[in-house]
DNA sequence: ACTGTTGCGATACACCGTATCGGCAAAATA
DNA sequence: TATTTTGCCGATACGGTGTATCGCAACAGT
């Protein structure tokens, strides 16, 4: 019996860990969105059993918990800006820059308390620009609100970006792209400002109307901070 | 044959029709949380195959979408304070309420575009009362900031509540609340400024973080509206 | 070499959304 | 009125899901 017969020992797969199974679930919902990623489809494609996945992870939500958080890796700004304002709008900017890449971000954004790794230094990062501004109290404030806003602007934003794709990628024009509902109730007469906005509107594309919004929001932030009674 | 040995003709259930429909899963969401609500139970519940809810609804996301449209008529107030701050302020307020009665909502919040006729008349209601007030895209960037802004509070807060529910009711306390994978994190040092938050912040109830924010938010529409250039 | 232990994969269960189809009752026609 | 047509509604079925359970096989220890 030579080398040549004797059968090659299965190529072993990469050993298994949580991190192979977050990336793998993680390229799932980047081609599929969220709905694609199922315990079965990711350990497949880790040439593995789907139990297998459970000795790393204890719940399909726990997997989506990782899912954000490798994300966070992303959003986390490799060095930081040194004004306050600046460092807020950049993890706002960030956090809709990686929502954009990973849409499926969106559907989990706000939906539980991020409390990984890498978003507790993303929180770090930016309480430590603002620490000493004002009270604690005060930047707290600051930081949530600015938070709320953003993750409330890009849900609503890719909200419209998929919509706009399934009516069929007419973009600009609201009675076209959602069809003729719009327009029948809109013909109705019992929305005469809703009408007007559809009608004499001009189109503003998402980046600007989210960074005027985060605009508006740092003045009154910094409003605040200058006077923290106020 | 009397009357007496004639049998009754089968009582009929109520006639089906959407309304019936969303009201069921609304009531078993309000009780069981979104994931609670399957078309089979639903159908259950209105004593109905689940393939009639077919003939009603085309897939399961339109049911949501209905349930989201049946809320929004509990979010649309009955008569309108004249202030448009007042109105942008009420407008939160009873979506904030609305989702504290019905907490499913948080998790639909922002997820699609909402264009059934309650909300629309929401809309349309905010609209109304900013009319004139500055020119339409600054009045547009005006209901889109605040929107995005309880948008996100909101689903943050009952993030929170969720998760203090689960960790068992504790609530002033991070640490005991999360466990001790918080307090072990902190410990390591790499996060200081949260460390201090944690450890010095006061507790401030949901209401009242989410009361000041909104109303730093319609601070800065304020000055916007004032100075539409600005 | 034999035995004990432990981790892993196959199998199983309950449930899901929804496509399909067959029969029955009511409505339309002769 | 008798007959045909139509349209609705329920049963059945399919391919998928998350996860509990359990038996086996490979390894470790004596």
Known sequence: MT???RPEPPTRPAPLDRERIVAAAIALADEGGLEAVSLRKVAARLDVGP????QYISTKEELFDLMVDE??????PEEQPGDWREVLRTHADRTRQATLRHEWLADLLGGRPTLGPNALAVTEATLA???GLADLDTVMR????VSAYFTGAIRREIANL???????????DW??????YVSRVLATGRFPALAKVVHDGTEVDAET???TGLDWVLDAVAAKLARPSA
């Open 3 to 5: 080398v040549w017969d």
């Open 51 to 54: 139990m297998r996945l459970y």
């Open 71 to 76: 994300v966070h890796a992303e959003i986390l």
């Open 129 to 131: 620009a603002l620490d």
């Open 142 to 145: 600051a930081v949530e609100t």
């Open 162 to 172: 998929r919509a706009e794709r399934a009516t069929g990628l007419s973009k600009r």
């Open 175 to 180: 009675q076209r792209a959602y069809g003729p």
């Open 209 to 211: 109307s989210f960074a």
